[in-house]
C-alpha cells in the first residue's frame, strides 16, 4: 500500500501493521517519506499530494497523542464495566488516528464539533486527562463540571459531544456562518458517523453552506457500522464523501495536510475510513 522510507531497527514489527513496505539504513532517521495511496476526489481537480514526509518528533506527537487516547479509552471502558461511570460511554478506541491527523492539520482557532463519540476530540482540543475521566465519572473536576458526562464535554473552540445522531453538522454550519460573518479566516470541522449520514437534516445542511459559501468541512468518519447496522445496509451509496452531491468531495485512507489551501473555497467534504474497536 505504501512505500515508506526510513531508517530505525525495530520498525520491521510495523511493517504488518501498517501495510507498508520498509527500507532500512544503519542509523536513525530524522524523518520519513511515504508514497500514499492516491485519494478518492469528487468534483476537485486535484488532490492532496500522494507524497508526505513526516519528522521523528511529529511521529512520536502522534505516536504519543494516539496512545493516551487509547489508555483513557481503555481506562473509561473498565470503569464503565464497573460502574464507577454511569450513563452512556462511547469509546473512540480505534478512531484515534482521526483525531490526531485532523488537529494536525487544522489550528486551534478552527472550531469543531462532533458527536456523541468525543472523549478523544475532547482531549485533542486540551482538556487534561483528569477533566475527561472526571467528567465521565460525574465530578466537579470534570471540563463540564460533572453535569455532562461522556456525551457533553466542551473546550475553546469546541462544541461538543452531542449526543442526537446528526444534529452537530447544522450546528456546525451555524459556527462556520458565524466565522464567515465575522470575517474571520478559519474553517469549521463538522465530523458525524456513517449512520449519521443518512439523515436529512445533513442534505439541507450541505445546501446551505454551499448555497452561502460557509467554511465548513464535513468529516464522515466511516466506522463501517450505525449500532451494529453495516454500511451496506443502510445507505444505497456508501461513497459519502460524493454524497454533498455539489460539494466538493474527498475520501481519504489516512489524513491529510492540505485542508488550509480549501479555505477560502466554501464547503468541502471529506470521509475517512476508519474502526472503532
Ligand atoms: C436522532 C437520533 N436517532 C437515533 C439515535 C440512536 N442512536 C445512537 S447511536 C446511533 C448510530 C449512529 O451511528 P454512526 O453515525 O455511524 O456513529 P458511530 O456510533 O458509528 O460512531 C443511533 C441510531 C440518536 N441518538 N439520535
Ligand atoms: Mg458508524
Given at each position: 500500500m505504501l512505500a515508506l522510507q526510513c531508517a530505525s531497527k525495530?520498525?520491521?514489527?510495523?511493517?504488518?501493521?501498517?501495510?507498508?513496505?520498509?527500507?532500512?539504513?544503519?542509523?536513525?532517521?530524522?524523518?520519513?517519506?511515504?508514497?500514499?495511496?492516491?485519494?478518492?476526489?469528487?468534483?476537485?481537480?486535484?488532490?492532496?499530494?500522494?507524497?508526505?514526509?513526516?519528522?521523528?518528533?511529529?511521529?512520536?506527537?502522534?505516536?504519543?497523542?494516539?496512545?493516551?487516547?487509547?489508555?483513557?479509552?481503555?481506562?473509561?471502558?473498565?470503569?464503565?464495566?464497573?460502574?464507577?461511570?454511569?450513563?452512556?460511554?462511547?469509546?473512540?478506541?480505534?478512531?484515534?488516528?482521526?483525531?490526531?491527523?485532523?488537529?494536525?492539520?487544522?489550528?486551534?482557532?478552527?472550531?469543531?464539533?462532533?458527536?456523541?463519540?468525543?472523549?478523544?476530540?475532547?482531549?485533542?482540543?486540551?482538556?487534561?486527562?483528569?477533566?475527561?475521566?472526571?467528567?465521565?465519572?460525574?465530578?466537579?473536576?470534570?471540563?463540564?463540571?460533572?453535569?455532562?458526562?461522556?456525551?457533553?464535554?466542551?473546550?475553546?473552540?469546541f462544541f461538543g459531544g452531542n449526543g442526537i445522531v446528526g444534529a452537530q453538522v447544522p450546528l456546525g454550519a451555524g459556527i462556520g456562518f458565524a466565522l464567515k460573518y465575522q470575517k474571520k479566516p478559519n474553517i469549521v470541522v463538522a465530523l458525524y458517523g456513517d449512520g449519521a449520514a443518512n439523515q436529512g437534516q445533513l442534505f439541507e445542511t450541505y445546501n446551505l453552506a454551499k448555497l452561502w459559501n460557509i467554511p465548513i468541512i464535513f468529516v464522515c468518519e466511516n466506522n463501517g457500522y450505525g449500532m451494529g447496522t453495516s454500511v451496506d445496509r443502510a445507505a444505497a451509496s456508501t461513497d459519502y464523501y460524493t454524497r454533498g452531491d455539489y460539494v466538493p468531495g474527498i475520501w481519504l485512507p489516512y489524513k491529510s495536510r492540505n485542508s488550509r489551501s480549501k479555505r477560502k473555497k466554501g464547503p468541502h467534504f471529506s470521509t475517512e475510513r476508519t474502526y472503532v474497536v
Open positions: 525495530g520498525l520491521s514489527q510495523f511493517q504488518g501493521i501498517l501495510g507498508v513496505a520498509l527500507r532500512f539504513s544503519s542509523s536513525l532517521a530524522d524523518e520519513a517519506t511515504f508514497d500514499l495511496q492516491p485519494f478518492k476526489l469528487h468534483k476537485l481537480e486535484s488532490g492532496p499530494s500522494t507524497t508526505a514526509t513526516l519528522t521523528r518528533d511529529d511521529a512520536l506527537t502522534y505516536y504519543k497523542q494516539m496512545q493516551v487516547i487509547r489508555r483513557m479509552e481503555t481506562a473509561a471502558g473498565n470503569l464503565y464495566k464497573s460502574k464507577i461511570i454511569r450513563g452512556f460511554c462511547h469509546l473512540y478506541s480505534g478512531q484515534e488516528a482521526c483525531c490526531v491527523g485532523m488537529e494536525s492539520a487544522i489550528e486551534r482557532d478552527d472550531p469543531v464539533i462532533t458527536a456523541y463519540r468525543a472523549h478523544g476530540w475532547t482531549y485533542m482540543r486540551g482538556v487534561s486527562l483528569v477533566g475527561v475521566l472526571s467528567e465521565l465519572t460525574g465530578r466537579k473536576t470534570g471540563c463540564a463540571q460533572g453535569k455532562g458526562g461522556s456525551m457533553h464535554m466542551y473546550n475553546y473552540n
